[in-house]
């Protein structure tokens, strides 16, 4: 055969069948086992269809099945899955041997690119297409089969997909190590919820007040998070036997797919500019180095700086709060390991230290000064306590007392907690100084008219000498607790709401016994009991939680729970339930019982003699 | 032609390639020498279009190789460490390369079949390194490349088989005018099928010539004195190397034999010769000046 | 038919050359036979065809050789020069008898005559 034919390269080329041939031959038990663990579910369904009568499954219920298995299963199935096929596609990028090869190869990398991309998707919706290829033909043959459901069912995996393979395309560009590939993909996808837990985390160590839970703000950056918060399916109608069923969210799906394309594109930019020789070296391009060295030192800090803390310096800290010294110096000894980890990496070597001191004490000083930041609230989180124009609603909750709401129309009340919380902000010293063993732990939680949500918790003990201070805060607290309003606030259904049923229980024999149980039917003795349990409520019969330790009342091992039902904005209903211990105090709630037969006077001394049994004669006070 | 102009390559802080040039012409056999870590296999790389430079051209008929699939279609490349799929059989990386190389020759896939005698669906991973290596020899020829890049080729491979694949090779090089640019320690072997020669150390290329103009003008001089001292050579020779075993004394000069022979006569040897150097020895004295270290092994 | 020491210190191309002199110069490659290409020596002996390529050139200045385009290499002189020289010889030694018999004319002696190509010899 003569070469000279064979230079006249007459066009470019941007795709090679031969490669693309290869990957998905080479790489065929990837594919082939997910599609065989897939169609273990449309065989299922075939089983059940065989057993239970084909006849009985309509179209809605088939759509529902595709729409379900699109939300809840296709988004994980997918991040995972896509860092496999990344790994397996640009397996060559990562040892000298096979990238000699590729690169020597007469092909550009923009063929390279587009047909290990190609292959890469080609092996990601393979099982997705013999899955539900099998599935529709189900349908098909037992006569469910929804043409658009499919449709739509299709768009959401391809959407999805193209997502996940963007981004493990992207961070596969970055680095040249095949162990480093599924980590950092982790990272990324996970990053931004992480960054935020680890450092709400610290601040909680460090701010009066901070419940360390995170807001949520950044998850959106993590696409499942993203994913599965903004996809459901939707009914109609709402309630009662679903007529349609639609998979919401496409939206979502469509701008985490144009991130995938654009993390696609970034990744060929990269491709082209990635020099063969990183091969099997953590960072593939040299700029990457500082950024997986601070990184690591970063996480490392966070992290294990907290637990060193943890371990070695909690018994020496003054209160619950941490000591921002002591915690600076755990960041910067785990920072440090970290960064010199990261040298160890990047050079494979374990010889790093040679040359480091100045960057050792670069690395010392930053994550001291990060956490001096943390720790000095630079953001006012401390002292925030929302205007009261802005509170839609407040709750408050401590051990015994479970979440009291408020809502602006009880205003007397809210400005109360307000004041409250003002007051405790006002003695930071003092709640600082108090160490383990407070009794109490008061967790506030404010709904915003922004609909954001402000929580913080105090723990404290309520000081006796200080009561007589009205504008103190142990005072505050005491009269917050005793007042009747907390109980009314419980036991009181809100305005929208209907009572569903009353159902009490009495335990003093050791197991539950019925005493009322009521529906709609016998509504009149439920709200004649109800009301009962109002009114005692109100004359402030029913305790409040304790102020001091052993304040506090004994109740019965009786116990009501109170179900109604409220019209929500979107149709149907909420439903909820309220539980009320029975106390001695409560009259006129024993005293209805009483009356309408429920309980005989035999009972409550029943009753009496076990409280006295079980707590002394005290108890009866 | 493959040209490499002033290449300089630097792997973290390790500059491989300081400068390296090199001319392969057309039709011939190039062989590039040097001592480990001389930076052939990196220049090799960059040749290929693996690498690219920091600074400095590698040209491939006059245009830039890097990136360049018209270019890399007319070489064709065997590394020290040829890479083949997992569960590949010579078949299937045959399929492969035919994929990609628009000359691949099946007919010639064929008929050197009974040359390698390798069963051509024998998994290459569990065949032995050498027949490793012939079996990529035999994918590569089948390319049918303009120019033939070979790093460390024969290493493995039994005498026969070397004989045999060189063999191949010169024929293609007799017959189609391919040019063959080979790296390797085995200077003996290099010195039969090679007509230039480039000697590399320390990323660069010290001398490139062919092996006639290599050879003609360095020459080995034994001379025997009469009894006394050995004279002092004539200042105008240049002298690599004096050794001297009892009274019988070897001369490595530069020069032409014939003017070199000529010189030194009217010092008044007892006996004077004039003798070629092989390859091998070329190599050690070149680089010898360049603080190489040779030191005399006595067995 | 040729065997190369690869050992030998003279070089390839030069053991080559002398190898295929020693052959023609025998007979053992009788003049007009043809040689094997330059192609066909260097793959059964696996050396490179520029160097098989550069001994043909010198052995066919040097006059053992001849070779056509498009034919291949020959031992022995080109066989219009070896007419040319032999007719060339042809005149030269009619010359010469003609020299001699027009001496012997003007009655000069055979020793004489000797002594004369004997100093040409000697020259």
């Known amino acids: ?621 | 032609m493959i040209e490499v102009k002033n290449a300089v390559k630097t792997f973290e802080g390790f500059r491989a390639l300081d400068g390296a040039d090199i001319t392969v012409p057309d039709g011939g056999v190039y062989g590039l020498v040097g001592p480990n870590g001389a930076g052939k296999s990196t220049v090799i790389r960059h040749i290929t279009g693996i690498y690219r430079p920091d600074s400095g051209e590698v040209l491939v008929e006059g245009e830039p190789v890097y990136e360049n699939p018209a270019q890399k279609a007319l070489l064709a490349a065997i590394p020290d460490d040829w890479y083949y799929f997992q569960s590949a059989t010579v078949a299937d990386m045959m399929r492969f390369y035919r994929g990609f190389y628009p000359a691949f020759d099946t007919a010639r896939y064929e008929r050197f079949k009974e040359v390698f005698a390798i069963p051509e669906k024998a998994v290459i991973r569990r065949l032995s390194k050498g027949m490793q290596k012939q079996a990529a020899f035999w994918l590569t020829m089948c390319c049918r490349p303009r120019y033939l890049i070979l790093d460390e080729p024969v290493d493995g491979l039994d005498p026969v088989m070397r004989r045999q694949v060189w063999s191949i090779m010169m024929s293609d090089v007799a017959e189609h005018g391919t040019t063959v640019l080979v790296s390797s320690h085995n200077l003996r072997e290099l010195e039969d099928v090679c007509d230039h020669v480039g000697i590399m150390n320390k990323g660069k290329v010290l001398i490139e010539r062919s092996l006639n103009d290599l050879q003609e003008n360095i020459v080995k001089l034994q001379a025997v004195w009469k009894p006394g001292e050995a004279p002092v050579l004539p200042k105008e020779l240049e002298v690599l190397h004096i050794s001297h075993v009892g009274r019988v004394y070897t001369y490595i000069v530069r020069g032409k034999a014939a003017e070199v022979t000529a010189r030194l006569e009217p010092c008044g040897p007892l006996m004077l010769e004039a003798l070629p150097l092989s390859l091998e020895e070329i190599f050690i004295y070149e680089l010898g000046g360049e603080h190489y270290a040779v030191k005399e092994i006595i067995l | 038919m040729l065997t190369l020491n690869y050992r030998d210190s003279e070089p390839i191309y030069g053991q080559i050359k002398n190898g295929l002199k020693k052959l023609i110069v025998t007979g053992a490659l009788a003049p007009g036979e043809k040689l094997p290409s330059v192609r066909s020596m260097a793959a059964s002996l696996a050396i490179n065809p520029n160097t098989i390529q550069r001994a043909y050139t010198e052995l066919e200045s040097d006059g053992f050789i001849h070779s056509i385009p498009g034919k291949g290499s020959f031992a022995g002189r080109r066989q219009d020069e070896a007419d040319q020289d032999a007719l060339r010889l042809e005149a030269l030694l009619e010359k010469l008898r003609e020299l001699v018999a027009e001496l012997r004319y003007l009655n000069v002696t055979t020793a004489e005559l000797m002594a004369v190509v004997e100093g040409g010899l000697n020259q």
């Open chain 1, 1 to 621: 055969m003569n070469w000279e034919v064979s230079t006249m390269q007459s066009k470019r080329s941007f795709f090679n069948r031969t490669l693309f041939r290869k990957n998905l031959t080479r790489f065929w038990p990837l594919w082939g086992i997910v599609s065989a663990v897939g169609s273990l579910m449309p065989l299922y369904v075939l089983l059940e269809l065989l057993n239970g009568g084909g006849g009985n499954v309509t179209q809605v219920q088939f759509t529902e099945l595709l729409y379900t298995v699109a939300a809840m299963a296709v988004p994980a199935v997918s991040c995972a899955y896509a860092i496999l096929c990344a790994m397996l596609v640009w397996s060559y990028l990562y040892s000298p041997r096979s990238v000699g090869l590729m690169h020597t190869l007469p092909v550009d990398r923009t063929c390279l690119f587009v047909t290990s991309v190609l292959s890469g998707l080609a092996m990601m919706l393979i099982p997705y297409a013999v899955v539900g290829a099998l599935t529709c033909l189900i349908a098909l043959v037992f006569g469910f089969f929804d043409f658009t459901a499919a449709c739509f069912t299709v768009l959401a995996v391809v959407l999805m997909t193209v997502t996940f393979f963007g981004l493990a395309t992207f961070c596969a560009m970055l680095t040249g190590n095949v162990f480093a590939l599924p980590v950092l993909y982790l990272l990324v996808n996970f990053l931004a919820p992480l960054l935020e837990a680890l450092v709400v985390t610290l601040s909680s160590q460090f701010l009066l007040g901070f419940t360390g839970s995170s807001q949520g703000i950044f998850d959106f950056l993590a696409p499942i998070f993203g994913i599965y918060e903004n996809i459901s399916l939707e009914y109609v109608p709402t309630r009662g036997p679903a007529e349609a069923c639609y998979l919401v969210g496409f939206g979502t799906l469509f701008l985490y797919f144009l991130a995938g394309l654009a993390l696609l594109g970034l990744g060929y930019l990269l491709y082209r500019r990635r020099p063969s020789e990183s091969a099997g070296d953590v960072a593939a391009f040299r700029g990457l180095r500082p950024v997986f060295r601070w990184g690591l030192a970063l996480l490392s800090a966070l992290t294990l700086g907290y637990l060193l803390y943890e371990l070695f310096c909690t018994p020496f800290q003054w209160g619950c709060y941490a000591n921002p010294a002591f915690m600076a110096v755990c960041m910067a000894i785990t920072g440090l390991l970290g960064w010199y980890a990261a040298s160890m990496f990047l050079e494979k070597s374990l010889r790093v230290f040679k040359g480091s001191l100045k960057s050792a004490v670069v690395v010392c000083v930053v994550m001291a000064a990060l956490c001096f930041a943390i720790s000095a609230d630079l953001f006012g989180i401390e002292d925030r306590v929302p205007a009261l124009e802005d509170i839609q609603a407040v709750s408050i909750a401590d051990m015994d007392l479970r979440a009291t709401y408020f809502t602006e129309d009880d205003r007397e009340m809210v400005e109360r907690i307000v004041s409250l919380h003002r007051a405790l902000l006002a003695d930071k010293e003092g709640l600082r100084r108090e160490a383990y063993g407070d009794y109490h732990c008061l967790l506030l939680t404010y709904t915003l008219k922004n609909g954001t949500a402000l929580s913080r918790v105090y723990r404290f003990s309520v000081q006796e000498d200080r009561l007589d201070d009205p504008a103190s805060w142990s005072a505050q607290v005491a009269a917050l607790y005793r007042d009747p309003a907390l109980a009314v606030s419980q036991v009181t259904i809100p305005d929208n709401g209907t009572i569903t049923s009353i159902f009490a229980y009495d335990f003093v024999n050791g197991y539950g016994e019925e005493l009322l149980e009521s529906s709609e039917a016998q509504s009149s003795s439920a709200k004649v009991l109800y009301d009962a349990i109002l009114q005692d409520a109100r004359e402030g019969n029913i305790p409040g939680p304790p102020v001091f330790p052993g304040d506090g009342e004994y109740p019965y091992d009786v116990r009501f729970e109170i179900e109604y039902r409220t019209v929500e904005e979107r149709g149907g209903y909420q439903h909820h339930y309220d539980a009320i211990q029975l106390y001695p105090s409560m009259e006129h709630t024993i005293g209805t019982l009483l009356d309408l037969e429920l309980v005989t006077e035999a009972r409550v001394e029943l009753w009496n003699q076990a409280l006295v049994e079980q707590y002394g004669e005290d108890a009866l006070g």
